[in-house]
């Protein structure tokens, strides 16, 4: 592999030769499809966020990756990199300030008060951190 080569290049590599070597692809463990926290609702497989008061918040595509990132990595902390990883975001998350404004994006349309967030906290020099703990069904 030529040198500088970054971890999702080498992770690609790794697949195509094992691809072409006919091992089978490691399998994905099976996740469950219903989140609860905070009072609020997160069907996966539908793709649907429910807020306490029963009222379904409408999200981006981007928006509902980003959270259902958060919630399966409930109270720990994440940093743009991991989240960008994590969301399964290649091209759409081009930069890690676009991670800044999806959180945004999410305090606006989940807190009482986006500016004192209670779901989404900032950890100083480190990333992000989904506070509420998640139950899942």
């Known amino acids: 592999v030529p040198k500088p080569f970054g971890p999702r290049g080498l992770l690609a590599r790794i697949r195509a030769v094992l691809r072409r070597n006919g091992a089978a692809e ?4 099976t996740t469950k499809q219903i989140y609860r926290f905070a009072g609020w609702t997160m069907d996966c497989a539908r793709r649907r966020l429910i807020a306490p ?3 379904r918040v409408e999200l981006t595509m981007a928006e509902f990756n980003l959270l ?3 919630v399966k990595s409930a109270q720990r902390v994440l940093t743009r990199d991991q989240l ?3 969301s399964g975001g290649d091209s759409d998350y081009s930069f890690d300030r676009s991670i800044d404004i999806l959180v945004s994006r ?6 009482d008060d986006p500016k004192t967030p209670k779901l ?3 950890v100083r020099s480190g ?3 989904f506070l509420p703990e998640t139950t899942s069904e």
């Open 84 to 86: 960008i990883e994590l």
């Open 120 to 122: 989404i906290l900032t």
């Open 53 to 55: 008061d029963d009222v």
């Open 106 to 111: 999410l305090r606006r349309k989940m807190e």
């Open 127 to 129: 990333g992000y951190q």
């Open 26 to 29: 490691p399998k994905r463990a």
């Open 68 to 70: 259902q990132t958060f």
